[in-house]
């Protein structure tokens, strides 16, 4: 028997759609409970922000790891609203300066660089998203870089790091992803930055 069926994205896809329901309905319990006045303390913070920060998670990961679908759009808001989203719980500052919706596929990728890039700026930076025609240009800055040269290397190459833990299943789905799309990835870096273009 053969097929096509890419099983991990589907999985992925299914995952996302199944969670996103239900940590929006505690979001919106956290609402209520704030409309009668009860909601106050560190305590209620601390929750509504790991809320807040799953839900941005949660649809992060559904285009990241879900089917790429290459059709569909994705608009600038929706795009802005995850990267917000993300932003209090992360030591990495992004710039998303691309207007206009993208196509699913192509935000995947974009999407995946930057988890990529969170692995090598553990002590924070800056991150800036453009796009020039077709191409795009993402580019990590920090003063106290780690980049792993297991993970980058092969990827530069096009190809697919060896023995990847799931923590850094990214660095293969972003060349992979590169390939099916028919483009090339580059990769230029430095000491203090990493810029990948596809």
């Given at each position: 028997?053969?097929?096509?069926t890419?099983?991990a994205?589907?999985?992925?896809?299914?995952?996302?759609?199944?969670?996103?329901?239900?940590?929006?309905?505690?979001?919106?319990?956290?609402?209520?409970?704030?409309?009668t006045?009860?909601?106050?303390?560190?305590?209620?913070?601390m929750?509504?922000?790991?809320v807040?920060?799953?839900?941005?998670?949660?649809?992060?990961?559904?285009v990241?790891?879900?089917?790429?679908?290459?059709?569909?759009?994705?608009?600038?808001a929706?795009?802005?609203?995850?990267?917000?989203?993300?932003?209090?719980?992360?030591?990495?500052?992004?710039?998303?300066?691309v207007?206009?919706?993208v196509?699913?596929s192509?935000?995947?990728?974009?999407?995946?660089?930057?988890?990529c890039?969170?692995?090598?700026?553990?002590?924070?930076?800056t991150?800036t998203?453009?796009?020039?025609?077709?191409?795009w240009?993402l580019?990590?800055?920090?003063?106290?870089?780690?980049?792993?040269?297991a993970?980058?290397?092969?990827?530069?190459?096009g190809?697919?790091?060896?023995?990847?833990?799931p923590?850094?299943?990214?660095?293969?789905?972003?060349?992979q992803?590169v390939?099916?799309?028919?483009?090339?990835?580059?990769?230029?870096?430095?000491?203090m930055?990493?810029e990948?273009t596809?």
């Open positions: 028997m053969s097929h096509n890419d099983f994205a589907l999985v992925g896809s299914r995952i996302c759609h199944d969670l996103i329901s239900p940590v929006g309905a505690i979001g919106n319990g956290l609402e209520l409970i704030a409309l006045g009860d909601a106050k303390g560190p305590e209620m913070e929750i509504s922000d790991s807040h920060n799953a839900n941005a998670r949660i649809r992060l990961f559904r990241a790891f879900g089917q790429p679908g290459d059709a569909q759009m994705v608009g600038e929706e795009i802005q609203s995850i990267i917000q989203g993300l932003a209090p719980s992360s030591r990495v500052s992004t710039y998303w300066e207007e206009g919706a196509t699913r192509e935000l995947r990728l974009a999407f995946l660089a930057l988890m890039f969170d692995t090598a700026m553990p002590f924070g930076g991150v998203v453009t796009k020039d025609g077709d191409k240009l580019l990590a800055e920090s003063e106290k870089l780690r980049a792993d040269e993970l980058w290397d092969p990827i530069s190459k190809d697919i790091p060896e023995d990847l833990v923590a850094k299943v990214q660095f293969g789905l972003l060349p992803g390939s099916m799309l028919g483009r090339q990835l580059a990769l230029q870096r430095t000491e930055s990493l990948v596809f």
